[in-house]
């Protein structure tokens, strides 16, 4: 495994991490959970990334249960809040109410006596950004929460909230966590400037567009019984990436994997590392087999020829 700072933190984690999301505490079973986070674990990954929301906590007891067979200090454990948690008023946002309560909660649920990197899961803006940040950096000096990172803020949102905390003098975010990959490239025309300048490291979530990337859909084919893209639960978020144009692209790309040696997963996660603002490329995997693939694509090095003939594919720059 190779590492990367997180941000300009002092920590580091590993360039492939394993994340929960639509998979650990629901679609996938707690047993087949555990064999990938602990084949993940073997394998050097040491960056596990859940929410509280994902089953409604339901991936955060997973993923601890799993990670209790480790040694505390040797992972790097992300959680976040923000969406609703019940149904009362107060239940949801980034009001400093509910973001003692939810970290409490998902320190409860994770076993753990603290969290290493809490995040932000959007944008409130009903609670002024002030009443956030001093509620984390508050977290933080209890020692409950070790790092703040935030997840799909704008680069202005980004930007207010480090004016905001170099004003205060409360801990910066150090992350931003991010939907990227080939495509999907919006955090490249502001965003990742913006954290190049700040020191904010991305961890990306959604590296493969949802299983795109991997070529099990093809132009003018079924969809694979099984795929994300097959079930009711999930087709929805897949559907606007399953488009005829996306599918031409993944089949072009196919000629440059073959010619790196490697798989469309492995060339599309390689493709994300080549980019030194992102701190760690978070894959999902149901099978242990998923994990050992993907983390095989931090030994593809692309060359210029290598980036320049993906770009003519893509021609989706921002």
């Known amino acids: 495994m190779k590492y990367r700072r997180l941000g ?3 920590v580091k984690v590993s360039e492939v991490s394993l994340g929960s999301w639509l998979t650990y505490g629901g679609t996938v079973e707690d047993n087949s959970a555990t064999a990938c986070i602990n084949r993940a674990y073997e394998l050097g990954i040491n960056f596990f990334d859940t929410a509280n929301v994902y089953r ?4 955060e007891k997973v993923v601890g249960k799993a990670l209790a067979n480790y040694p505390r200090d040797s992972y790097v454990l992300a959680t976040k809040g923000f969406w609703p948690m019940g149904d009362g008023p107060n239940d949801r946002g980034l009001s400093r109410k509910h973001i003692t309560e939810q970290v409490h909660a998902s320190l409860k649920r994770l076993n753990v006596e603290y969290i290493d990197l809490w995040q932000c899961h959007r944008y409130d803006v009903e609670t002024p950004l002030d009443e956030t940040l001093r ?36 801990d ?24 190049e300048r700040e020191g904010i490291g991305q961890v990306v979530w959604s590296p493969l567009a949802q299983g795109v990337l991997t070529g099990k859909y093809r132009p003018n084919a079924n969809v694979p019984e099984g795929s994300r893209a097959a079930n009711k639960d999930t087709s929805q978020i897949i ?20 010619r790196k040696e490697c798989t469309l997963a492995q060339l599309a996660i390689a493709w994300i590392l080549r980019q030194p603002n992102v701190s760690s490329a978070i894959i999902g995997a149901s099978r ?3 994990v050992e693939e993907n983390v095989k694509a931090i030994h593809v090095q692309l060359n210029e020829q290598d980036l320049s003939d993906i770009e003519t594919i893509l021609a989706n720059r921002p």
């Open 8 to 10: 300009k933190s002092g």
């Open 56 to 59: 409604r906590g339901e991936a």
């Open 135 to 170: 509620a984390i950096d508050d977290l933080i000096r209890q020692g409950k929460i070790l790092y703040a990172g935030v997840s799909e803020w704008s680069a202005v949102q980004i930007n207010d909230a480090l004016h905001l905390a170099d004003k205060r003098l409360y």
């Open 172 to 195: 910066r975010i150090v992350s931003n966590q991010p939907q990227y990959s080939m495509l999907a490239r919006a955090i490249e025309s502001d965003v990742i400037p913006l954290c």
């Open 239 to 258: 559907s606007r990436l399953l488009t005829e144009e996306n599918l031409k692209k993944v089949e072009q790309l196919r000629a440059i994997a073959e």
């Open 288 to 290: 242990p087999e998923q």
